[in-house]
């Protein structure tokens, strides 16, 4: 079991920069693959990046490649998204989730974290 808890959500301009947090609990920490999806008001949760178990490759949609930057730290059980040139259509509730080892999906989420770009 994998409990996860997303912090770091805010208020931000247009331009401005965010950091996201998600702690885990759990043993499976170090061997899952972590990602970040998130879900603006009306549409479909999409993913936005995700990163293997010992942060040596990293994935991210083309909405959001070249401003956020995903990255973890195994010995903490954390892993955080750096957000960098915001832009309103990033407002959406951030969700940190966890694909276990020989899992084909994310099993574990978090509750979610709100992020606000105002233009």
């Known amino acids: 079991q994998v409990q996860l808890v997303e912090s770091g959500g805010g208020l931000v301009q247009a331009g401005g920069s965010l950091r996201l947090s998600c702690a885990a609990s759990g043993r499976t920490f170090g061997s899952s693959v972590m990602g970040w999806f998130r879900q603006a008001p009306g549409k479909e949760r999409e993913f936005v990046t995700g990163i293997n178990y010992s942060g040596g490759a990293t994935y991210y949609s083309d909405s959001v490649k070249g401003r956020f930057t995903i990255f973890r730290d195994n010995a903490k059980n954390t892993v955080y998204l750096q957000m960098n040139s915001l832009k309103p259509e990033d407002t959406a509730v951030y969700y940190c989730?966890?694909?276990?080892?020989?899992?084909?999906?994310?099993?574990?989420w978090g509750q979610g974290t709100q992020v606000t770009v105002s233009s």
């Open positions: 989730a966890a694909r276990p080892k020989k899992s084909s999906e994310y099993e574990y």
